[in-house]
């Protein structure tokens, strides 16, 4: 666990699935695309992305969904057996190695706040977003945005999946 950054911790609806975060995500997105407002029946989804290895269960064991994406190259998220709660997912492009925490199932959600919001192109008009948001009509150039440790994690999980694929 990285020293000084705040343990969070989650799990679901019915307490049958804890989890801990080890460390910060990478970043946090706020997504405002219509297949994310679909998914979750709300105007934006969430998510925290993180290394897998960096998520610890304390209790119990999701299941695995696989769902349709929007890429087309299906997620799989997993949810709690007995609640169904979506806790994380993993889409295509990060395979396994990244996990997407709906950040609404952590203990204190407050704690993360969005980086940037996506695909804001598509976002509800209603929904107001805070002067000075970091912003994009679609998705982003991840070297533009994510912060300096966040790349050289990215660049630790490609080397992981080059040495070891599929």
Known sequence: MMTGYPVLEGGCDCGRIRYRMLGPPLIVHCCHCRWCQRETGASFALNAMIETDRIT???????????????????????????????WSHYAGGGNDVAFVRVGTLDEPDRLS??????????????????????????????????PESLVRRQHIREKRAQHPG
């Open 114 to 147: 969005p980086d940037i919001h996506i695909y804001v192109e598509s976002k509800q008009p209603w929904v107001v977003l805070p002067e000075g948001a970091r912003c994009t009509a679609q998705f982003y150039d991840i070297d533009q945005v994510w912060s």
């Open 57 to 87: 269960l304390l209790q119990g064991m999701p299941e695995v969904i696989v769902t349709p994406s929007h890429s087309g190259r299906d997620q799989k998220i997993l949810r709690c057996p007995d609640c169904r709660l979506a806790l």
